[in-house]
């Protein structure tokens, strides 16, 4: 168990519609980062957050907004959906924004939009 | 072009064995990351490296910057070692980059 939390653990939804999906760092973590895991493009990067800033951009589609609450937990918006948005989503945690620091994974939220 | 390569894709191998999957890579990097995965899709950090070698029990991680390689041994392997093995690079930039994966399976 990495102390990292996601939920939900699955979502089935339909094109064109929005979700939520939550995480909650390790007691501590600082950094919470999202990625995108899906058969035909593998992991991607999506976006870091550091203290409720946004510190690092990567493939994060228009269609989809982050953000770290105060309490440090974040949330990954998915509006629009397209079947191409179905994969396994990521968030990551880590204490500081140093670049060398391990980051632990949460299990993913397993998303299939139909 | 993939930022990241890994070799080889898939790997098989005896109980015992010694196992080494590679990654190179083509930008420049403050820190890289071997990731595990197995089947249920959980993601385990094993090695986070900015230079130099790494080990932990059967594993380890080395680097090699001026190169720009890393390489991860198995030594011992055993059948809970099977999982899909990933290298991802952190660039100086803060952008991720992920190799597409080894997947490794140890026969008892």
Not at chain 2, 17 to 26: A, D, L, R
Not at chain 2, 40 to 56: D, T
Not at chain 2, 67 to 92: F, M, Q
Request: aromatic residues 10%; charged residues 15%.
């Amino acid at each position: 168990d990495s102390g990292v939390t996601q939920t939900p653990k699955h979502l089935i939804t339909a094109t064109g519609q929005r979700v939520t999906l939550r995480c909650s760092p390790r007691s501590g973590d600082l950094s919470v980062y999202w990625y995108q895991q899906s058969l035909d493009q593998g992991l991607q990067f999506l976006i870091q957050y550091y203290n409720g800033e946004e510190r690092a951009k990567g493939n994060i589609l228009e269609r989809f907004s982050a953000q770290q609450f105060p309490d440090l937990h974040s949330e990954l918006n998915l509006s629009s959906l397209e079947l191409g948005d179905s994969a396994l989503y990521f968030c990551a945690s880590s204490f500081g924004t140093r670049e060398a620091e391990t980051q632990y994974f949460g299990p993913g939220t397993r998303l299939l939009v139909l | 072009k993939n930022e990241v390569e890994q070799s080889p894709q898939n790997l098989t191998a005896q109980e015992g064995e010694f196992i080494t999957i590679n990654c190179s890579y083509s930008v420049g990097i403050s820190a890289l990351h071997w990731l595990q995965q197995h089947p249920g899709g959980g993601i385990v950090s094993l090695f986070m490296l900015s230079s130099g070698k790494k080990k932990h029990g059967r594993l380890i991680a080395t680097i090699n910057i001026q190169e720009k390689h890393s390489s991860l041994h198995i030594t011992a392997s055993h059948p809970r070692d099977s999982a899909v093995y990933i290298c991802a690079v952190r660039n100086t930039g803060n952008q991720f980059y992920f190799g597409t994966g080894t997947s490794l399976t140890v026969i008892p």
